[in-house]
């Protein structure tokens, strides 16, 4: 569902069906469905609820980048640093809601690279990459939060993450559909073909699906045994000359202000493993889970009030169906609500948009008005999608919550409030 509710807190204690246990030594946590450990070398161990186990996940890999902003170009004699020179786990959470682990692993990455492109510099630099690792109760999926401070040029640093079995083939969420995609990238006119492709929402491959709110770009490395996600590259052109992987100019050799990613940097994201394929493991459902957090607001009832209002959170609108994504919501003109919902399935599937529908009608893209839809006895709006099919429509939806018609409307907390 994605609507809202009401409530008021109170004192009190209550029990948890599922909730986050931390080891006392601080470098594992479980809930029901998933447990996670913390290895000697900074990576972790995944196993769930039904036996899918992959070890190995979390290596930080950073490599030189003589590239540009159009390709990506290791120099001629390449250093990669994949080990940490140090590492420390803390416990910073300890649940029943939440467990968080702080695993803090210590580098020294190579300044830049030589001015030929040959190698990287000798000169290093310290750096500390602190990976935040969180469960929460009833999550199928672990948090992951990676921070560090960017203080050298011309690289790029990966996430890698071993997966739970063997790979030819990734599939990634893009724009309205799924993307398969298999291991040999298709070269262009004298370049290097590279094998590195954009997600948006998520990427799955082996069993693991690397859950996003934001646009990322992977690559299946190691014969299909490991996923890696790009977490920041640093160039200093728009157009490299002497790429080591194109042998034209794709543009102008101009420098490219703050390229270089210098200074601090997060990024996020979650990790599912899971059985068989992407449908069957509920991919879909756990990315939109992930990127919809759970918001809260103070309301403006006094104590005299009925409150929670009757009914509250019965009009809350639902969207359903197998691997159906809500990919946009808004509100029109007249007390119209549109939603733009689109089937990532390869096949034909049922759409169901629940919650107190007073009425219902097709719209274009542009959100043009269109034909009125049916509804079902319940109120519902049922709708047929074909394989990767968009579609739009508009929602006038009844006022039934309105036990304080000051703080509610018929999209839910009235703004301001």
Avoid: C, K
């Amino acid at each position: 569902a994605l609507g809202w509710s009401a409530a008021r807190a109170v004192d009190g204690t209550g029990d948890l069906a599922g909730p986050v246990r931390v080891a006392p030594d601080g470098r594992a946590m479980s809930n029901a469905l998933l447990s996670v450990e913390v290895a000697d070398d900074g990576t972790l161990r995944l196993e769930t609820q039904d036996g899918v186990t992959v070890a190995g996940v979390g290596r930080i890999v950073d490599g030189g980048d003589f590239g540009d902003s159009y390709n990506h170009a290791p120099p001629s004699t390449d250093a990669l640093v994949d080990a940490p020179a140090s590492i420390s786990v803390e416990a910073d959470l300890r649940g029943p809601i939440r467990g968080r682990l702080a695993v803090t692993r210590r580098y020294a990455w190579p300044a830049g690279a030589v001015a030929d492109g040959s190698a990287r510099t000798t000169d290093t630099v310290a750096t500390e990459v602190v990976m935040q690792v969180e469960l929460r109760a009833d999550e199928p999926f672990v948090r992951i939060g990676l921070a560090f401070d960017n203080r050298s040029d011309d690289h790029r640093v990966r996430f890698h993450a071993s997966l739970p079995r063997a790979a030819e083939r990734s599939h990634a969420e893009g724009q309205f559909a799924v993307v398969e995609r298999g291991m040999a990238p298709e070269g262009g006119y004298r370049e290097e073909p590279l094998a590195t492709y954009p997600a948006h929402g998520w990427v799955d491959a082996g069993g693991l699906a690397v859950l996003l709110d934001h646009l990322a770009e992977y690559e299946l490395t190691d014969e299909g045994r490991e996923l890696a996600i790009t977490v920041l590259r640093s160039t200093g052109l728009i157009s490299r000359n002497d790429n080591p992987y194109r042998q034209d100019p794709a543009g102008p050799e101009i420098g490219i202000p703050n390229a270089q990613m210098r200074g601090p940097w997060r990024l996020a994201f979650a990790l599912l493993p899971h059985a068989r394929g992407w449908i069957e493991g509920g991919v879909t459902g756990a990315a939109e889970r992930y990127r919809h957090p759970f918001l809260t607001s103070q309301g403006g009832a006094g104590g005299e009030a009925t409150w929670p209002p009757p009914r509250a959170g019965d009009d809350a609108l639902r969207v359903g169906g197998d691997q159906v994504s809500l990919s946009s919501l808004r509100r029109r003109d007249e007390g119209w609500l549109e939603a733009r919902i689109v089937n990532l399935a390869p096949e034909v599937r049922r759409a169901v948009v629940a919650g107190e529908i007073d009425a219902a009608r097709d719209a274009s893209l542009r959100g043009e008005p269109g034909p009125s839809l049916p509804l079902e006895p319940d109120g519902s709006l049922v709708l047929r999608l074909g394989a990767a099919e968009i579609r739009t429509v508009q929602l006038r939806r009844r006022e039934t919550a309105l036990g304080r018609a000051d703080v509610l409307d018929a999209a839910g907390p009235r703004r301001g409030v």
